[in-house]
């Protein structure tokens, strides 16, 4: 049923992970992972039907009282010694990375994997830091008190652009607040979570307290979203999908938390660095292939410059090395299947009836034609209300746009539906300070874009959803908080009984 393929380390034992130990899904439905730099099957599966994910809940509802109710102390133990272990595979887990997403092998050990394992030690530590509100006698006959207290069972929901990274960021706030989790990754590439979950379970994390269930959205996903024994469905995707999730939520009136698509505008002010803003935006369109929610998608640059910044981008892109993901002097890899890439460059067929696609625009031939490839791609002259720049395209595609003024700039920024990210370009401390006080995002990097970091949050605004990863702050997310209020007088007839008893 598997192929083992390279990567010492992959899952065995099926691509469902429920009470401690992998097991075969009963959906009754093959599933193939493939590699799509050369589109080989590398691993195949049965997915989750349905009753697989009851068992992965029940398992995760039986673990929740003995997890909830150890001490902080005891969980950061445990998170301490899963960082390790995530450390101590770090080479199995970035090339199952690069297997599974065709991702550079540069990406996925020096970015994907090192930022998990330092997201495990963050969390670690985290959950020895509960916070609220001090005790006091808020009114003079009480005292009040809050408690931070887990949710429950987390259902996550996680997509396929980063998929160690997404299964980490879903699995740690949750589990170090004392809740327990079963994490649907994208059926695409399921082996990293599996492995994760491996990882866990060696380091000490009890049976059941995280649990992976592989399957399709439809089937292994609406029914972990609808079940009515999770108390909370933390998912990151689409757009399109979390409105949905949203819906199906509704039904059991669950806690959510929701990752969104984004379109991120990359905004070049006329004083800016030419050379650090074109480097840049080559960098952020192009990080993972452009399958990255806060990858620059739409520069807008002011008319000044904005002819020099097409040169400078058009020559940059034009000069990254397409190749095999494994080599390490590859810098861009494939999309994540043929039907995305076919969908990324549909996308830039239609621009050329309204835009100049400048460079790219095309799929490389020769060896790379087993591959799910397309080259990076500049496109210049597209309307603001035009489908590439008001699109989630997620592939390595930038469109170019000159603007005049300040207010015009940040105006056409702020003019889509998305909210994730966003950056500024300039060397005046006072256009900087506009830009992250009036781009409408969940991030707002001033001369960069893109690097996050596990102490400050990640999340989203408008279409982009709602809810934190990372920080303290997507910690809080998976808490609830309870006001516990004692009464001080012991008398039987309090002061505000007269409500109810007036003078009697
Ligand atoms: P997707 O929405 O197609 O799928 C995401 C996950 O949802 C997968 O596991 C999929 O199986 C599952 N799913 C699909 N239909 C479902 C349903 N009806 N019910 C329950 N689950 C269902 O997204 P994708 O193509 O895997 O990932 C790309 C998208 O993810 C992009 O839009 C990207 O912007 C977004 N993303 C957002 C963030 C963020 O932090 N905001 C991070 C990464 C990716």
Known sequence: ??????????????????????????????????????????????????????????SAKEALPGWAGASPGERSEVLYRLAAQLAERADDLARAETLQCGKPIKLSSGFDVPGTVDNTAFFAGAARHLEGKAAAEYSPDHTSYVRREPIGVIGSVAPWNYPLQMAAWKILPAVAAGNTVVLKPSELTPLTSLMFARAAADAGVPAGVINIVTGTGPVAGEHLVAHPDVAMTSFTGSTAVGRRIAELAAGTVKRLHLELGGKAPFVVFDDADLEAAAHGAVAAALINSGQDCTAATRAYVQRPLYDAFVTAVADLMAGVRLGDPRDPATDLGPLISFAHRDRVAAIVERARTYATVVTGGEAPGGKLAAGAYYRPTLISGAPQDSEAVQREIFGPVLAVLPFDGDDQGLALAN???????????????????????????????????????????????????????????????YTQVKHVMYDNTAVARKDWHRTVFGDR
């Open 415 to 477: 003019d889509t539906p998305y909210g994730l990210a966003a950056s500024a370009w300039t060397r005046d401390v006072y256009r900087a300070g506009r830009a992250g006080r009036e781009l409408a995002a969940g991030c707002v990097w001033i001369n960069d874009h893109i690097p996050i970091i596990s102490e400050m949050p990640h999340g989203g605004a408008k279409f982009s959803g709602f809810g934190k990863d990372m920080s303290t702050y997507s910690f809080e997310e």
């Open 1 to 58: 049923m598997e192929h083992v393929t390279g990567v010492v380390g992959m899952p065995s034992g099926g691509a469902q992970f429920i009470g401690g130990e992998p097991r075969s899904g009963t959906g009754g439905a093959a599933y193939s992972v493939v590699d799509p730099a050369t589109g080989r099957t590398v691993w195949t599966y049965e997915t989750a039907g349905p009753g697989d994910v009851d068992a992965a809940v029940r």
